[in-house]
């Protein structure tokens, strides 16, 4: 059991983080969550440039239901001065009460040109664009925080000294997502990696991010690290409830989510029904709901041409026949249900801008590599 998690002047009751998932963590999905348990819901990232230029997509992405507080929004950026403006936007048009800063993505498009985990090595850039982010939301009141990886890879790791500089500038928490870029999702999430940021930063909440699968193993990373609260990811995929056990565990009650097939096409439907209010255009949000399917359907008895004919629903009319075909009064499958699910892989070496880690400082020639850096992201 943890208190609430304070993020500036933010309490979060239950000490819990939806990690933020490009394409996963959009309005529909975070209300679904929100339905199920409590805790600070971070949206889709959005990057700097986009928010700055109002693309329709990045309006999207920051749009929050009337209900939904704190509005939490994650930006990407490698340039200072387009994340300070794209933050100051954020703040004086009261569109979010939270921002987190994301230096976390592994993906190699990113990575090749300095940018996402690989990011924080070049300490002076890492510095400027958090103190630009803290500084364009402080008028605001709006917290800021950074979600980071371990580093590059083990020979060169920038946590630590990213987490004391992050706490030094102001910001108003750290997660860490416990791998480094070269980990990218194979593995087991490195816990002790999270006790140590613990141990070092001091002043502000510490959160372990990576591998919480169950309300056991958020309780088991907070009893092993001492962190102040977990961010949770993959473990939401398909099964929104898991907020509710997560609730449950933290307030010291053992209740968890069972739920037959019955009540998992329930929460389907009423997912689908969200996606076409988020998305506004039906066939875009049946598709967007395609590879949810897989995820929701883990571990329950399933025929293969229903799960096919699933993965590729076109309409709401479609889904709703679909899932009335479902075995509906299947029980809770138990273990097949639980454990690992979503993105894993193996180890990669990381992608860099050739020379990246002769210097911990940034020269010219790397700083037009990575204004492109923003221009082609997704995920994290
Ligand atoms: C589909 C997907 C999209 C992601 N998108 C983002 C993102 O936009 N921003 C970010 O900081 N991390 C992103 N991540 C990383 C997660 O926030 C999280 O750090 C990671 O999945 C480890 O936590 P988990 O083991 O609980 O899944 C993404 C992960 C997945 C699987």
Redesign the pocket.
């Known amino acids: 059991m943890l208190p609430p998690l304070r993020i500036g002047p933010l309490t979060v009751d239950t000490p819990v983080v939806l990690?933020?998932?490009?394409?996963?963590t959009n309005r529909a999905f975070r209300r679904l969550c929100r339905e199920h348990g409590a805790g600070l819901y971070v949206a889709?990232?959005v990057t700097s440039r986009a928010l700055v230029e109002r693309t329709e997509e990045s309006m999207r992405i920051i749009r929050h239901d009337d209900d939904e507080r704190p509005r939490s929004v994650?930006v990407y950026g490698v340039d200072p001065a387009t994340v300070g403006a794209a933050v100051r936007m954020l703040v004086e048009e009261d569109r979010a009460d939270h921002v987190d800063l994301?230096f976390?993505?592994p993906v190699p498009k990113v990575t090749r040109r300095g940018g996402g985990a690989v990011l924080p090595w070049k300490r002076d850039l890492f510095a400027a664009i958090v103190r630009a982010a803290v500084e364009a939301a402080r008028p605001g009141g709006v917290p800021v925080t950074v979600?980071m990886r371990k580093g590059v890879d083990e020979d060169h790791l920038t946590y630590l000294e990213a987490g004391l500089v992050a706490q030094d500038l102001g910001v108003a928490a750290v997660a860490l997502?416990a791998r480094t870029a070269a980990d990218y999702y194979s593995g087991t999430?490195d816990w002790d990696a999270i006790a140590r940021l613990k141990e070092t930063v001091t002043d502000v909440p510490v959160l372990g991010?990576?591998?919480?699968w169950s309300a056991e193993d958020a309780l088991e990373m907070v009893a092993r690290t001492g962190c102040d609260g977990v961010?949770?990811?993959?473990?939401c995929q398909g099964r929104p409830w898991l907020f509710a056990d997560l609730a449950a565990a933290f307030h010291g009650s053992d209740a968890r989510v069972r739920p037959g097939l019955g009540e998992v096409a329930a929460v389907v439907r009423r997912h689908g029904e969200l996606m076409i209010e988020e998305f506004g255009d039906e066939l875009k949000a049946m598709r967007e709901m395609r590879k949810h399917m897989a995820w929701y359907l883990k571990g329950y008895v399933v025929g293969g041409s229903l799960r096919a004919r699933l993965g590729l629903v076109e309409t709401f009319a479609q889904l709703e026949d679909l899932l009335g075909e479902l075995d509906l009064t299947q029980p809770y499958p138990g273990a097949a249900a639980e454990g690992q699910r979503?993105?894993a892989g193996s180890p990669k070496r990381p992608v860099l801008p050739e020379g990246w880690l002769d210097s911990r400082d940034l020269d010219d020639a790397f700083r037009s590599a990575l204004a492109e850096a923003e221009l082609s992201v997704s995920?994290?």
Do not use: F, S, T, W
Not at 19 to 24: D, F, K, L
Not at 231 to 235: A, H, M, N, Q
């Open positions: 990690a933020p998932m490009a394409g996963v889709e990232m994650q994301n976390g993505c979600k997502h999430a991010n990576g591998d919480i961010v949770v990811g993959r473990g979503g993105r995920g994290g």
